[in-house]
């Protein structure tokens, strides 16, 4: 598709950057020569300096052929122009980038075919992370009531390890509610069929009434009407001896309790050595373990938690650890670790901040 971008600023500069990135044909116009030189040494695209609203210029930047027309200027002025000589030259697709709401009907009238509000985007986004801050991303559909949507399932959630068509039958799930997407294990969304299970800690997509989303929410999001299986409630509480842990919310440290495994080993047991791949961290429960490096022997005792560094990181073990004394330990999955430090980027400063503490029962390895 053959596009001409009117604008060139934050904005225009990060949907050119996009088009490119989907192998789309891109002009941008520009009255500022700073900004056209910008994108094209960083996007190499090709850019015009000059105004979009000059006749020779958008001739020059071949808006007979375009596809589509952008229009991304900071002024509604200038964006309702540009507009209206997309449309005299015959471009079948115009959009428009609309800062104040009183040119809506204005911007119809010059025949742009896709009006975008910044503030109505940027107000609606504040107000569904302010009253439903479950939701990940929320878009309206058409001019009613009815929003498309994403949510995480806790693990913890009522409805995890139930097929669509059972969640759909419950009486607590709104009936004009319906599922759109859901993300596979392998991270791809696919499109669900009734015997599609969900999973805990999945991302689902749906379509609702607005009206609808608190009720929906109890029924998908809630965690506190199921009760944990014993292992996990036991991991669980096992999470709650790590102090840097202590800000994740139960959501996710559930998550990791329900990837965790407790493990018992004898005296002399090697969990792992250096050079190996590191697959899991460890929190030890009873007993000893020996860490060693190169030249030093560290030992530690309940509650004690080892292994995070190169879980996190994904880089070889650059340490041993020995059992020396018969020991319980949980270990957790570094998969589902890495995949909780990411929602909770404040995980890498506590984490950091107990690394540095002498005695703190934290190994890096």
């Known amino acids: 598709m053959y596009v001409v971008v009117a604008g060139g600023?934050?904005?225009g500069t990060h949907l050119v950057q996009r088009l490119a990135a989907e192998s789309h044909e891109v002009v941008v116009i520009d009255v500022d020569r700073a900004v056209t030189e910008r994108i094209f040494a960083e996007l190499g695209v090709v850019v015009f300096n000059g105004s979009a609203t000059d006749v020779n210029v958008l001739e020059e930047a071949g808006i007979k052929r375009a596809d589509a027309a952008v229009a991304m200027t900071g002024r509604d002025s200038d964006n309702l122009s540009f507009c209206l000589l997309a449309r005299f030259y015959g471009v079948p697709r115009i959009l428009a980038r609309m800062l104040y709401p009183q040119y809506?009907?204005?911007y119809r009238l010059v025949?742009?075919?896709?009006?975008?509000?910044?503030?109505?985007?940027?107000?609606?986004?504040?107000?569904?992370?302010?009253?439903?801050?479950?939701?990940?991303?929320?878009?309206?559909v058409g001019r009613g009531d009815v929003v498309a949507f994403e949510v995480r399932?806790?693990?913890?959630?009522?409805?995890?390890?139930?097929?669509?068509?059972?969640?759909?039958?419950?009486?607590?799930?709104?009936?004009?509610?319906?599922?759109?997407?859901?993300?596979?294990?392998s991270g791809e969304v696919e499109m669900p069929g009734g015997a599609t299970l969900i999973h805990g800690g999945a991302n689902v997509i749906l379509a609702a009434h607005r009206?609808?989303?608190?009720r929906l929410l109890e029924t998908l999001a809630s965690t506190a009407r199921r009760i944990l299986p014993p292992e996990q409630q036991e991991a669980l509480e096992a999470l709650g001896l790590v102090s840097f842990l202590s800000g994740v919310s139960r959501e996710d440290l559930a998550e990791l309790a329900s990837g965790a495994r407790f493990e018992e080993h004898p005296a002399a047991h090697v969990l792992y050595r250096i050079g190996e791949p590191a697959e899991r961290l460890y929190i030890l429960l009873k007993?000893?373990?020996?860490?060693?490096?190169?030249?030093?022997?560290?030992?530690?005792?309940?509650?004690?938690h080892f292994g995070q560094r190169t879980a996190l990181t994904g880089e070889p073990r650059t340490t041993t650890a020995t059992v020396v004394e018969h020991a319980r330990l949980l270990a957790l999955d570094s998969g589902a670790f890495r995949s909780v430090m990411i929602r909770n980027p404040f995980l890498a400063l506590e984490l950091a901040k107990a690394l540095a503490v002498p005695g703190a029962g934290t190994v890096e390895s």
């Open 9 to 11: 600023g934050h904005m």
């Open 104 to 106: 809506e009907i204005p």
């Open 111 to 140: 025949g742009a075919t896709k009006i975008h509000s910044e503030a109505d985007i940027l107000v609606n986004s504040f107000l569904t992370s302010l009253e439903y801050p479950e939701i990940g991303a929320l878009m309206q």
């Open 153 to 185: 399932i806790p693990m913890a959630s009522p409805v995890v390890g139930q097929t669509v068509a059972d969640i759909v039958r419950r009486e607590d799930f709104p009936s004009r509610c319906v599922f759109i997407g859901v993300e596979a294990a």
């Open 211 to 214: 009206p609808d989303l608190p």
């Open 287 to 304: 007993g000893r373990v020996e860490i060693e490096t190169r030249g030093s022997r560290t030992v530690l005792r309940p509650p004690a």
